[in-house]
């Protein structure tokens, strides 16, 4: 199993970004999929899960309104598109193999993509 984040970067307050997450090595359609993140200081939060099909998705109150999970599963993808985004969104996010009701509860995760919001 391999999950390989991209997308991250530096931005501004108020911008915007979009994950990615390339999964292999296992059939990705069958599977409930989340993102979470490392806050220095603060630890792993969760932010967002998605069900197999893509129907069902979950947010964190932190993100809710301003984030948006999706997936693809013709091409093994999952997607994060973040807006409106603030400082203390800063962190490192992954993307993680887990159930949509127990999403941090995860097997597999990636080396994660870094978010930084700053002026």
């Known amino acids: 199993v391999q999950l390989v984040e991209s997308g991250g970067g530096m931005v501004q307050p108020g911008g915007s970004l979009r994950l990615s997450c390339a999964a292999s090595?296992?059939?990705?359609?069958?599977?409930?999929m989340s993102w979470s993140r490392h806050i220095p200081g603060k630890g792993t939060e969760w932010v967002s899960a998605i069900n197999a099909r893509g129907g069902t998705t979950d947010y964190a109150d932190s993100v809710k309104g301003r984030f948006t999970i999706s997936r693809d599963n013709a091409k093994n993808e999952l997607y994060l598109q973040m807006n409106s985004l603030k400082p203390e969104d800063t962190g490192l996010y992954y993307c993680?193999?887990?159930?949509?009701?127990?999403?941090?509860?995860?097997?597999?995760w990636g080396q994660g993509t870094q978010v930084t919001v700053s002026s």
């Open positions: 993680a193999r887990a159930p949509l009701v127990a999403p941090m509860e995860y097997d597999y």
């Open positions: 090595g296992f059939i990705f359609s069958n599977y409930d």
